[in-house]
């Protein structure tokens, strides 16, 4: 995977680059998901798709990148140790600049929610983007976490970026099946079983799953195509209902407009490859 400078306006987009032509492209927008377990996925008209997506989303949505093009040889992006730890550092080494053209985001005007059985997504009228989750697998299982910040680049980078991507011993054959996470390994996942962690070490934070939830959340609301000036909240979430939450928030006129942000602060590209 490469992540290439793109012209001022043309948003985040991937490239496969074992195709060609017009069906290569995908834009990481919201209505490009396609359905896949565990993790978030786009796919184009042509039927084209890369999934695993939002940890490199988040990381350029953190570093306030509004314009890129993320080169992928293949149907997946590479998971690295299964944070956004790695993404982060590749792209505050390259760098970033402005361009001109100013920026606005994406204000929520009134509370947009779905719920789903014990689960529930919202988002909430706020002045800034913050992530407010809470992660609960029931008995017999680890204890119940909670992460609540606001996210800024310091932020995402002293509280968020390193928190692995989980899960459990027994969805492991069901990612197999549908192709995904082939090189998964207790290197790059926290892995759980029995109400227990099997890595060596254990977890990174005491609130690791929680933490990592909000990497997710940041990384699937990038789909919006602008930042968000709302409060999200979540229990027991998952990529699926994100999506629906975002789908919810723009099917409806009056929940949302656009704002403008500080005019110190133009749209910015990475710098280098």
């Not at 939002?54 to 293949?74: K, M, P, R, T, Y």
């Not at 990529?239 to 133009?266: C, G, M, N, V, Y």
Request: one cysteine or more.
């Amino acid at each position: 995977m490469t992540i290439h400078p793109a012209p001022a306006g043309s948003g985040i987009r991937f490239r496969r680059t074992d195709l060609s032509g017009d069906k290569a492209i995908i834009a990481a927008d919201w209505r490009q998901v396609c359905d896949l377990p565990l993790c978030t996925a786009l796919s184009n008209e042509a039927g084209t798709r890369v999934a695993t997506v939002e940890h490199v989303l988040a990381a350029l949505s953190a570093c306030g990148v509004d314009n890129a093009e993320i080169a992928v040889d293949a149907p997946e992006l590479p998971i690295m140790d299964g944070s956004a730890a790695p993404f982060l550092f590749l792209i505050e080494c390259a760098g970033t600049v402005p361009q001109p053209s100013p920026r606005r985001a994406i204000a929520v005007r009134k509370t947009v929610m779905i719920e789903d059985a014990e689960r529930r997504v919202a988002l909430h009228p706020a002045d800034a983007f913050t992530v407010a989750i809470e992660v609960d697998y029931g008995p017999g299982n680890l204890s119940p976490q909670s992460y609540c910040g606001r996210v800024t680049a310091d932020g995402f980078r002293a509280e968020i970026a390193r928190a692995r991507t989980y899960g459990f011993l027994a969805d492991a054959e069901a990612l197999r099946a549908a192709g995904l996470a082939r090189g998964a390994s207790l290197d790059n996942a926290v892995v759980v079983s029995d109400g227990k962690v099997l890595n060596e070490g254990g977890l990174r934070y005491a609130n690791e799953l929680a933490r990592h939830k909000a990497l997710d959340v940041i990384g699937d609301m990038a789909l919006a195509g602008a930042p968000l000036k709302a409060r999200f909240e979540g229990r027991r979430s998952g990529h699926r209902l994100h999506h629906r939450l975002l789908a919810a928030l723009f099917a409806d006129s009056e929940a949302w407009d656009w704002a403008p942000i500080l005019e110190e602060q133009p749209s910015r590209a990475t710098a280098a490859e």
